[in-house]
Every structure is written in structure tokens, then in C-alpha cells.
């Protein structure tokens, strides 16, 4: 399974913009999916999980009720809006895709818990 993320940009603070991760090689009805993003000098950090079928969801408490991650399993994408964007949500978005079910809670949250990965769409936004 291949990923690839588009809808990065450059938007200013109090904007929007829409992230997809459209997969192909490869069915992701089956696998729970995650946005992380990395910042200048910092490590990759979660920002959003979902299920397989998109009812559950998990989100960083740093984009909680500003974020909203979905999917479309008929297309093969998944989705993160971001409304209400800050110049500390400047980063490279990356989505990735996990092949098993999670079974333990923290899975979700860490980036080794996932085998595949895209490149990254990178976000700026501005003050």
C-alpha cells in the first residue's frame, strides 16, 4: 500500500485547509489510520487516529475541536480538516496506515505502531 498526502499550503493564522491521504497498491477499508506531524527540530508527533470504519476517533489535545479526521473507505482516502489553524500547527503532515486492529490503547498514539507512511504535505501557517 502506497500513501500520498496532498492539500498542504500556506494559510494564515484563523484559516482552514483540507488534508487528504489517498492510498493505492492496496485496500485501506480494513486499517486504522493516523495523521502525525513533524515541526523544524522536533520530532514527529500524533495528531488524529481513526478506526477502520471511521467512528472512532482520537485526537492531540493540542488540535482537539479544531481538527477533524474522517475517511472514505469507498475512495481509499482519509481525510484531516483543519479550521482555526495557529502558526504552532506549522509542521510536515504525514498520514499512515496501521495493517492490524489496535489492541492495545497507546498504539494509536505512537508512529512505530504504523507500517505504512506517506511523504508529507507540508503546512505553514502564518501570524
Known amino acids: 500500500v502506497r500513501l500520498a498526502e496532498s492539500g498542504g499550503g500556506l494559510v494564515q493564522a484563523g484559516g482552514s485547509l483540507k488534508l487528504s491521504c489517498a492510498a493505492s497498491?492496496?485496500?485501506?477499508?480494513?486499517?486504522?489510520m493516523g495523521w502525525f506531524r513533524q515541526a523544524p527540530g522536533k520530532g514527529r508527533e500524533f495528531v488524529a487516529a481513526?478506526?477502520?470504519?471511521?467512528?472512532?476517533?482520537w485526537y492531540a489535545e493540542s488540535v482537539n475541536d479544531r481538527f477533524t479526521i474522517s475517511r472514505n473507505n469507498a475512495k481509499n482516502v482519509m481525510y484531516l480538516q483543519m479550521n482555526n489553524l495557529k502558526p504552532a500547527d506549522t509542521a510536515v503532515y504525514y498520514c499512515?496506515?496501521?495493517?492490524?486492529?489496535?489492541?492495545?490503547?497507546?498504539?494509536?498514539?505512537?508512529?512505530?505502531?504504523?507500517?505504512?507512511w506517506g511523504q508529507g504535505t507540508q503546512v505553514t501557517v502564518s501570524s
Open positions: 481513526l478506526d477502520w470504519s471511521g467512528d472512532a476517533t
Open positions: 497498491g492496496g485496500t485501506i477499508g480494513s486499517y486504522p
Open positions: 499512515a496506515a496501521r495493517i492490524k486492529e489496535y489492541t492495545d490503547y497507546n498504539q494509536r498514539f505512537r508512529e512505530n505502531e504504523y507500517d505504512f
